[in-house]
């Protein structure tokens, strides 16, 4: 009887193996059991209930208003144009955000890092105040700030072409004419000479030991190609933005609407605080030592920064910070609780018409995506970043 | 001439060194080391004085604080019935003693968090506010109960607290100087004089002088007495030992949430609708379910990410990565809407359990990443010798990886903690009313309070400043207290 149990002397139940086995396929049986059980309820719920289910929707009318979007969008749009729209929107306060939060987070990090005290404790403040607190409360605060803001009549004007009042932000934007493409064409050529050029340059100066200023020879090589092509191709017209009607409504120019100003705000703020405290930290995880050799090199603090320092923090600062990109990303969700029409905003106003687990299932697999390109940049960084050798 | 001629050769003495130490050197060394740095401090400084000048004169001046102040209860409690608000009162007073007998037990980890609760709470209670008086009473009695706790265990005699110890040396001090001059040997009128300008002086040295004498209590024989009783007390009691503690802390939690919900059927306990439940209650409960279950379910979720069973690990892989994509509002959006439907048509779940589960399962997952890289930085020198001393896969991971792991990510622990407290402001979206949304309703739903909503969110964003702010205090104490980074 034993011996039917045994595989070489070992009974059948301690036999690694067979352990392995039987664990995954009980695991798999209950998770896919509870799976199925919440499947059947739903399936059941939808029937019973006669909740609408499916994607047909997706090519009817939509038929709700979005406030403002990066592509022209009319209500008598498609439900997928327009949740295309509402994506887009989501896109567009992502991708600001994101710049500016760095910009904004590398100066805070660095202003914490100063040696001196007054500077350091303001961004200190700054960052506790910040992080501590929920998003929540900082973009409804942000918002409020907007609306309270003069109104459109009484708004603050600046050279007739920056308006701020509490239906928005406005400035001159440039819209594209005839030689645009020739104008993109001798910039690109410009940059690539430039490149070359700081390429040589850096070479010289590592060479040589004398500063040769590749980055700014580069960037002024880059800068009077480009200026030089847009004068004599004239590319690009100014749309100013400019007061009309009797209630000075605001037309032309790039308009960020009230509510996307309060959301970029309270998001550059928010993460900014994080990313400076993670560039504080990468700096710092530099070895005393490599600060100490730079210092007696006859490096300035800055310098030191600059050349040593930074650089070699970069390794320890950049995943963590797409991490954060991501975050703020997934944050600008939030944007429902302020009334700019991102993803999340539009899909739940959607839900009152269209079936709500379609939608859900479309936002989640949006958000997937995007945080699916996050990781693949973090993982081209990380791969990049390897020691070699 | 001759010996003037040298003389006359010496370069001139230099200029004696710049002070550097004392006032003067710390600003020359901290805000004014170069004309950079110089400009920059006044630039600076100027900037923020008119700031700080602005915002001071608002909060003092400029501020309507009647919208906090006349509608604490709702941004405390939220729309709980004000006949039963003794029961959070007294789930308040459960926690603070819970706190107060950590607080002895544990001492330093926790004793800036209780002290601070401590203070807070006096400062409430004594305020001059609209508060009921019984209200104002009861918040007193649980600066009380945190200072009972504390001396339920911690095993002391007064001469022995830090605070006691500190003030005591120094009058100490200061009466043994005073003994060394012997004023009265002086003329009487004069030595009156002198006494008195040095009692004005010195801040009522005489005061200083009884409380040194006064203070010096353990010579006393009857606060030996006491102590002795005290002490004995505690260890009758015995809540030293950490298993007891524990236990009473489970018990007190539940105690003070039955209060809080109710029982069915208890005269007094009539059960709370969990709609009503709102405002920072709410918040706290949530973070407060959600930190305790996501640890236990973020480590099941790190272990089968870690395992070597492919089907274990694809699903845990694809559960921690599908929520860690999605922001956590299309989260709760969904536990609106379709998990409701996952349960049977029979079972009514309230959004109040949506929400807290939604939270749970959102945050595990982040805690299984955190508690992953934990495990992933216990060098691997440490499973050899597990394996090596014939400890089993799974006892060198409980035993050995996992509490090592867990120990290198506390910051990250409390991290993820303090976002999960910032992020159950988000269950508005599923109706709840917390203390965010409550402000929001405050605001817009009087006419009166239309233009005081910079003061109601100021005040919101304190109130959560000053938990999270506490949280990351305790962490810090709690890695200094394990030794974290000095092994």
Redesign the interface.
């Given at each position: 009887m034993t011996r039917l149990f045994t595989v070489q002397g070992v009974p059948v139940w301690r036999n690694i193996v067979v352990l392995?086995w039987v664990?995954?396929?009980v695991?798999?049986v209950l998770?896919l059991s509870v799976v199925a059980?919440?499947f059947v309820?739903?399936s059941?719920?939808?029937e019973?209930r006669d909740?609408p289910f499916g994607f047909s929707f997706l090519t009817r009318a939509a038929q709700i208003p979005i406030g403002e979007t990066v592509i022209p969008y009319d209500p008598s749009d498609s439900y997928a144009y327009g949740l295309l729209a509402a994506a887009l929107n989501t896109v567009k306060a992502s991708v600001l955000g994101v710049i500016l939060a760095t910009l904004l987070g590398i100066l805070v990090g660095v202003a914490r890092l100063s040696?001196?005290?007054?500077?350091n404790k303001?961004a200190l403040v700054y960052v506790?105040?910040f992080r501590?607190?929920?998003?929540?409360?900082?973009l409804?605060?942000w918002f409020?700030?907007v609306l309270s803001l003069p109104q459109v009549r009484e708004g603050y004007v600046a050279f007739d072409a920056v308006y701020l009042n509490n239906s928005g932000f406005y400035l001159p934007w440039p819209v594209p004419v005839d030689g645009f493409w020739l104008w993109l064409g001798a910039t690109a050529l410009g940059i690539a000479v430039a490149v070359i050029a700081a390429r040589h340059l850096q070479r010289r100066e590592t060479e040589s030991g004398r500063s040769t200023y590749p980055i700014l020879t580069a960037a002024a090589i880059a800068v009077v190609v480009s200026v030089i092509a847009l004068l004599v191709f004239s590319p690009m017209t100014l749309d100013i933005p400019r007061a009309e009607g009797r209630f000075g409504r605001i037309q032309g120019g790039a308009q960020l609407g009230g509510s996307f100003t309060a959301l970029l705000v309270g998001l550059v703020l928010y993460t900014a605080a994080f990313i400076a405290e993670i560039v504080r930290a990468g700096v710092q995880s530099v070895g005393k030592g490599q600060v100490e050799a730079a210092r007696s090199s006859g490096l300035s603090a800055l310098q030191t920064l600059r050349y040593v320092t930074f650089p070699q923090g970069l390794r320890v600062i950049i995943p963590p910070t797409i991490s954060q990109f991501l975050n703020l990303t997934?944050?600008s969700?939030?944007a429902?609780?302020i009334g700019y029409p991102d993803l999340?905003s539009v899909a739940?106003t959607m839900?009152q018409i269209a079936p709500?687990?379609s939608l859900?299932a479309i936002?989640?697999l949006t958000?997937?995506a995007m945080?699916?390109t996050y990781s693949l940049i973090g993982n081209l960084y990380n791969r990049s970043i390897r020691f070699k050798g | 001439m001759s010996a003037a001629a040298p003389a006359q050769a010496m370069p001139p003495p230099p200029p004696p060194p710049a002070m550097t130490v004392g006032l003067v050197g710390w600003l020359r060394a901290n805000l004014f080391s170069s004309r950079v740095n110089s400009a920059l401090t006044v630039v600076l400084g100027a900037v923020l004085l008119w700031a700080l000048v602005s915002l001071v004169g608002w909060l003092l001046f400029a501020a309507d604080w009647a919208v906090v102040t006349t509608r604490t209860p709702l941004y405390l409690v939220g729309l709980y019935p004000a006949a039963e608000y003794w029961r959070p009162q007294a789930a308040l007073l459960l926690v603070c003693l819970l706190l107060g007998v950590t607080w002895g037990r544990w001492g330093r980890a926790a004793r800036g968090f209780a002290l601070g609760l401590g203070v807070v709470l006096l400062v409430v209670g004594l305020l001059p506010h609209g508060m009921q008086p019984l209200n104002r009473a009861l918040l007193l009695l649980n600066t009380a109960a945190l200072g009972l706790g504390y001396l339920l265990t911690a095993r002391l005699t007064l001469g022995r607290l830090p605070v006691f110890r500190r003030v005591a040396a120094a009058l100490h001090a200061r009466a043994a100087r005073l003994y060394l001059r012997r004023p009265n040997r002086l003329p009487p009128a004069a030595w009156l004089t002198v006494q008195a300008s040095r009692l004005l002086n010195a801040g009522a040295v005489g005061l200083g002088y009884l409380l040194t004498a006064w203070l010096a209590l353990e010579r006393r024989p009857w606060v030996r007495r006491a102590a002795a009783m005290q002490n004995a007390l505690a260890a009758r009691l015995a809540l030293g030992r950490p298993k007891r503690l524990a236990a009473l802390a489970i018990v007190s939690v539940i105690a003070a949430l039955l209060l809080i919900r109710g029982i069915e059927g208890v005269p007094g306990l009539t059960p709370v609708n969990t709609q009503d439940i709102g405002g920072l209650l709410l918040n706290l409960l949530l973070a407060l379910f959600g930190i305790v279950m996501s640890m236990p379910l973020g480590i099941a979720l790190a272990l089968g990410r870690r395992s070597n069973l492919p089907v274990v690990k694809m699903v845990c892989v694809g559960f921690i990565e599908l929520v860690r994509g999605v922001p956590l509002i299309t989260l709760l959006f969904m536990s609106r809407h379709i998990l409701p439907l996952t349960f049977p048509a029979n079972i009514h779940v309230d959004a109040l359990y949506l929400s807290a589960i939604t939270i749970t399962l959102f945050s595990s997952a982040y805690m299984a990443e955190n508690v992953r890289g934990g495990m992933a930085a216990v060098s691997e020198g440490q499973v050899e010798a597990a394996r090596a001393l014939g400890l089993r896969g799974w006892q060198t991971t409980l035993l050995v990886t996992l509490p090592q792991g867990l120990r290198n990510i506390i910051p990250a622990i409390v991290g993820q903690s303090i976002s999960l407290f910032k992020d159950t402001s988000l269950v508005f979206i599923i109706g709840m009313l917390d203390l965010v949304e409550m402000g929001r309703v405050t605001i817009q739903g009087n006419q009166e309070f239309l233009d005081n909503g910079r003061e109601v969110y100021v005040f919101i964003a304190l109130v959560f400043w000053v938990f999270t702010f506490s949280m990351s205090f305790v962490s810090r104490r709690i890695e200094r207290a394990l030794g974290v980074g000095r092994r």
């Open positions: 392995r664990t995954q396929l695991s798999a998770v059980l919440f309820n739903v059941r719920e939808i019973a909740i040696s001196n005290w007054l500077l303001a506790e105040a501590n607190t929920p998003l929540l409360v900082q409804l605060f409020l700030v997934k944050n969700s939030l429902a609780a999340v739940s839900t709500a687990i859900i936002v989640m958000y997937l945080s699916l | -």
